[in-house]
Each structure stands twice: as C-alpha cells, then as structure tokens.
C-alpha cells in the first residue's frame, strides 16, 4: 500500500494555544474558587483571565494571519451563506479551510472574549457585601456597585451558555469529520494551505507582561480587598 505523506500547514500559532488553555484553566479555578469561598484564588484567576483576553484582543492586530480578527471576522452575508445556503459554490467554506475560524465560529471567538471581558471587569467592582470587595468597588457609587454585582452574577450563566454551545459545535465538527481540537492542541493541520509563518511569540509575551504590570499598579493603588470570605 502506498505511504501517503500529507503535508502539515501552521494554523494556530503558541500564543493562540496557549491563550486557550491558559483561559479554560483559569476559568475552572475562578468557578471553583467562588463555589467553595475561596476570595484569594477567585481573584487571581479573575486578573489572570483580564490579563490574557486583553493580550488575545492585542495579538488579533498584530498576530498570526489565521488569529488575526480581520482574518476571521467575516460580514454577515457571508455568515449567512455560511450556516443556510446549501445551493451556491460557497466561497466562505472554502476560505474557511484556509483561515481556521469559519464565518460563524468567527464572531462566536468574539462574543466569549467579550464575556470574559464583562466577567472579569465587572468582579473588579464587585463585593459580596460582607468581606470581599473587588480592588475598584470603592470607586462606584452605590447603584452602579449593586449593578456590577448584578452584571457578574448573570454574566457568568451567560458565559457557560455560550461555552456550553462552543464545545457542543466542536463536537459537532468533529462528527461532521473535522477535528478542530488537534490543530488547537498541536498548532498544525492539514486543511489549511496557507503556508505564512507564525508570527514570532515574545510579542504576545511583551504585550502580556505589560498588560499584567499595569493591573498589578493599579490594584496596588487601590485599597487592598479583603481575604476572607466565609
Ligand atoms: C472552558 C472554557 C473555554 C473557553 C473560554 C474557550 C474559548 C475559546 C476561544 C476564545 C477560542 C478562539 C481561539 C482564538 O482564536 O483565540 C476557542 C477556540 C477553540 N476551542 Fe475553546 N474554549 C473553551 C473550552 C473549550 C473546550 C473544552 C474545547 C474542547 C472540546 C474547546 C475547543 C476549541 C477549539 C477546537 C477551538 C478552535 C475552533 C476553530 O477551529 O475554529 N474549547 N475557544
Ligand atoms: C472571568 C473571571 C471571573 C469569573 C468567571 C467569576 C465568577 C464568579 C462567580 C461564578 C461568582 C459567584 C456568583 C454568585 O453565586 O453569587 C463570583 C462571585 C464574586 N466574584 Fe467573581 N469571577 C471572575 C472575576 C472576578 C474578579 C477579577 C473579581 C475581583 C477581584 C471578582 C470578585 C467577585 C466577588 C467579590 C464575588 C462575590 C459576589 C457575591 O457573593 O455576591 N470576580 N464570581
């Protein structure tokens, strides 16, 4: 039988992958930390997801072509075509093998950023009225602290819709016959023929450190929040 080497192309470079992971893992722990009352933990997370989306929506300037949002964000036409028009030759499909986010995937990467965004900004000014106040809640007057902790409450049943739904369409690729993950986990795929190099990582790092020292001054500047949370 003939060995048939097919070729590999880059697709998700590390910062991409690493963003993912980093964010799942630190979701995980800002839910568990606030199931079982653990303010110290919760924080953290929380600044760590703050940090890494900001630093996504930067390298979605400046990074690779297939993670930048010009690349994947496509008009809703072209959405359109995507999810319903099963007649025409449908040119979006195929620049989606190209791309790696498809037209809908596309905008649904920018709906979870901003969730996280909203989630994560809105514990800064939260507080549980007893002993934990988010590093900002002071700065609020008291009907918008009510309305943080409104927004970070219902955000969060939001936010696990949308995954809930993000995990189900991977899945449903992967039954379609296209696994989205091993690019995901591995960076490469064989779909993909754009043959551009992944732009260099230390970039995304700069621009994450410095995203992560500029937070850091200003929950320093800020009253410390309490710690315990029983
Ligand atoms: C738990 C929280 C999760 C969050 C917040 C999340 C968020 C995201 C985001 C923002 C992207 C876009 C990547 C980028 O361009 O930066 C993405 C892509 C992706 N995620 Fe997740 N994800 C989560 C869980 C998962 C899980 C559990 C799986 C595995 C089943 C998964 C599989 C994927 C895959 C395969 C892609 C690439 C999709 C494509 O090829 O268009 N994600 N995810
Ligand atoms: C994306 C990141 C975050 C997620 C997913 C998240 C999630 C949650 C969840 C699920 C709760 C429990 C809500 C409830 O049952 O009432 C909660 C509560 C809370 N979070 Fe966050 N959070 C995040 C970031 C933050 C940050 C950065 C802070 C501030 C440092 C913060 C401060 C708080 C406070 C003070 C509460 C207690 C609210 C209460 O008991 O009424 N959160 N968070």
Known sequence: MQNRIRKTWP???IPTRLTHGLLI?????????AETQRPDLHQWAG????????ARIVWGFI???PSLFSTFLKSPQNVWRYLFDRTQNKPSIEHARV??????????V??????????SVTGLFNSDDILFNG????LLESDWQDRAGVIHDYAFDVLIAFIALHIVAVFFHYWRGRNLLLPMLRGK?????????PKASWRWLLVLLIFAAALWAAVQSAPQPTTQWF
Do not use: E, K, R
């Open 135 to 138: 590093p900002f809640y002071h």
């Open 189 to 197: 795929t064989q779909d993909c023929y754009s043959d551009q190099p």
């Open 25 to 33: 893992a630190a979701l995980i722990l800002a839910w568990w930390s």
């Open 11 to 13: 697709l998700w470079d």
């Open 99 to 108: 791309t790696g986010h498809n037209p809908a995937g596309g905008w649904s």
């Open 63 to 65: 990074g690779s072509t």
């Open 47 to 54: 600044y760590s997801i703050l940090v890494l989306v900001l």
């Open 110 to 119: 920018l709906v979870l950023l901003v969730l996280l965004f909203v989630q």
